[in-house]
């Protein structure tokens, strides 16, 4: 803006610049060209340019002085603002909207919101995103126009960070990978990845119960020396805590299998037998990988299981019962019986089951306890009947001596 006047040039005074009140700029002389860069903020300000005289006091300049005046209608974009949360959770709805703050003018033509590839997702001033996803993280800008006199566009923008907040993704391995022995040192490694925001908990769990836990993104579990009752699910569980102060965790689970050799769970047995009995022996034994079963004969020789006289039974997996169903035929089928129990994990066990004919001793004994008890059944019975006789006959002698009487 310039402001210029016809004086004198002897005449003594200054061209002074004021906005809305204060001076902005003097100079002497016949021009004064004052530039600035005008804002919203300069609307409707008043600016005054005035001729002062350096030889009269302030009180006297509006009577021997001219002065021009001018009101500015600065024109200028939408002030855009955002209202609503930048965080949401992975797979539930988001949704915020823009709105003009101020304008000049005030009428908005245009709005439209675009994603952080710079594509058009709404043409009104919400911006709703459906079942969120990691992708839908980044920078989303809305625009809102209005139009200045001269027919140009002023663009007002606002742009909005989507924080989009997920559970980790686990990865759990376990060392060895394969073939994991009974003795063997096991080492479980959880690490916890590409979580928003980080997970501040990390739990081991076997079957269902913590066994080891983690403040950070890794968690280490070992084992000394593998048993078979380690064998099981394990699950490593990866806790977040999310801006709302949710909590919510991720997991995976590792079944771990230990081979391990057979073990006998039943007892070496010695079984009575007379001539023609059917002796049912039983062997139960557990492993894994589960354990093949063979009888031997008191000779050592191997049983088929399919011989006359012998029978052979297996129910089972890692938990195997086999029964060896002998009948006692003749004096041969009497001794000693073995049960032998391998896999491929060494050692191999057995056990020793005899079949025998009934001590001699134990069956006389049973058969002086049985006359015992018959002759006392009979004594017994005879006593009841001789009570009752008695009973009766004492009865009639009663009965004789009222009618005599």
Same mark, same amino acid.
């Given at each position: 803006?310039?402001?210029?006047?016809?004086?004198?040039?002897?005449?003594?005074?200054?061209?002074?610049?004021?906005?809305?009140?204060?001076?902005?700029?003097?100079?002497?002389?016949?021009?004064?060209?004052?530039?600035?860069?005008?804002?919203?903020?300069?609307?409707?300000?008043?600016?005054?340019?005035?001729?002062?005289?350096?030889?009269?006091?302030?009180?006297?300049?509006?009577?021997?002085?001219?002065?021009?005046? +001018?009101?500015?209608?600065?024109?200028?974009?939408?002030?855009?603002?955002?209202?609503?949360?930048?965080?949401?959770?992975?797979?539930?709805?988001?949704?915020?909207?823009?709105?003009?703050?101020?304008a000049n003018p005030e009428e908005i033509v245009d709005t439209y919101w675009t994603d952080p590839d710079g594509e058009t997702v709404s043409d009104n001033t919400a911006l709703v995103l459906l079942n969120v996803t990691k992708a839908h993280r980044g920078e989303y800008t809305c625009l809102m126009s209005n139009v200045f006199y001269n027919g140009v566009k002023g663009n007002g923008t606002a742009t909005?960070?989507?924080?989009?907040?997920?559970?980790?993704? +686990?990865?759990?391995?376990?060392?060895?990978?394969?073939?994991?022995?009974?003795?063997?040192?096991?080492?479980?490694?959880?690490?916890?990845?590409?979580?928003?925001?980080?997970?501040?908990?990390?739990?081991?769990?076997?079957?269902?119960?913590?066994?080891?836990?983690?403040?950070?993104?890794?968690?280490?579990?070992?084992?000394?020396?593998?048993?078979?009752?380690?064998?099981?699910?394990?699950?490593?569980?990866?806790?977040?805590?999310?801006?709302?102060?949710?909590?919510?965790?991720?997991?995976?689970?590792?079944? +771990?299998?230990?081979?391990?050799?057979?073990?006998?769970?039943?007892?070496?047995?010695?079984?009575?037998?007379?001539?023609?009995?059917?002796?049912?022996?039983?062997?139960?034994?557990?492993?894994?990988?589960?354990?093949?079963?063979?009888?031997?004969?008191?000779?050592?020789?191997?049983?088929?299981?399919?011989?006359?006289?012998?029978?052979?039974?297996?129910?089972?997996?890692?938990?195997?019962?086999?029964?060896?169903?002998?009948?006692?035929?003749?004096?041969?089928?009497?001794?000693?019986?073995?049960?032998?129990?391998?896999?491929?994990?060494?050692?191999?066990?057995?056990?020793?089951?005899?079949?025998?004919?009934?001590?001699?001793?134990?069956?006389?004994?049973?058969?002086?306890?049985?006359?015992?008890?018959?002759?006392?059944?009979?004594?017994?019975?005879?006593? +009841?009947?001789?009570?009752?006789?008695?009973?009766?006959?004492?009865?009639?002698?009663?009965?004789?001596?009222?009618?005599?009487?």
């Open positions: 803006m310039s402001c210029t006047i016809d004086i004198n040039e002897n005449a003594p005074g200054y061209l002074v610049w004021l906005k809305d009140g204060e001076e902005v700029s003097r100079l002497e002389g016949h021009n004064n060209t004052w530039e600035t860069q005008l804002s919203g903020s300069d609307n409707n300000a008043v600016f005054d340019c005035q001729l002062q005289h350096e030889t009269l006091p302030p009180w006297k300049w509006s009577m021997v002085s001219c002065e021009d005046t +001018i009101q500015m209608n600065v024109q200028y974009a939408p002030y855009v603002s955002i209202v609503g949360d930048d965080q949401v959770r992975e797979g539930a709805d988001f949704s915020v909207h823009c709105e003009a703050i101020d909005i960070e989507i924080d989009v907040q997920y559970l980790s993704s +686990i990865n759990m391995t376990v060392t060895p990978l394969f073939n994991i022995t009974e003795g063997d040192e096991v080492t479980i490694y959880c690490e916890a990845f590409d979580g928003n925001p980080d997970p501040h908990r990390l739990e081991m769990l076997f079957e269902d119960n913590v066994i080891d836990q983690s403040d950070g993104r890794v968690l280490n579990y070992t084992i000394a020396s593998i048993e078979a009752s380690h064998s099981g699910i394990y699950q490593c569980n990866a806790y977040t805590l999310f801006y709302n102060d949710e909590e919510d965790h991720s997991s995976v689970t590792q079944d +771990i299998v230990v081979y391990y050799s057979p073990k006998f769970v039943s007892d070496e047995f010695k079984y009575e037998a007379n001539m023609n009995d059917e002796v049912p022996m039983t062997c139960e034994v557990h492993g894994f990988p589960a354990p093949v079963i063979t009888w031997f004969d008191q000779n050592n020789d191997l049983i088929q299981g399919d011989e006359e006289n012998m029978r052979i039974t297996v129910e089972g997996e890692t938990l195997v019962t086999s029964t060896l169903t002998v009948t006692v035929a003749d004096e041969s089928y009497y001794g000693s019986y073995t049960c032998k129990a391998s896999n491929s994990i060494p050692p191999d066990d057995e056990q020793t089951m005899e079949i025998v004919k009934p001590d001699s001793t134990s069956t006389a004994t049973a058969a002086i306890i049985t006359v015992i008890v018959v002759v006392l059944i009979i004594a017994i019975v005879l006593g +009841i009947l001789y009570y009752y006789k008695r009973v009766a006959k004492n009865q009639s002698s009663n009965t004789d001596f009222a009618n005599a009487g």
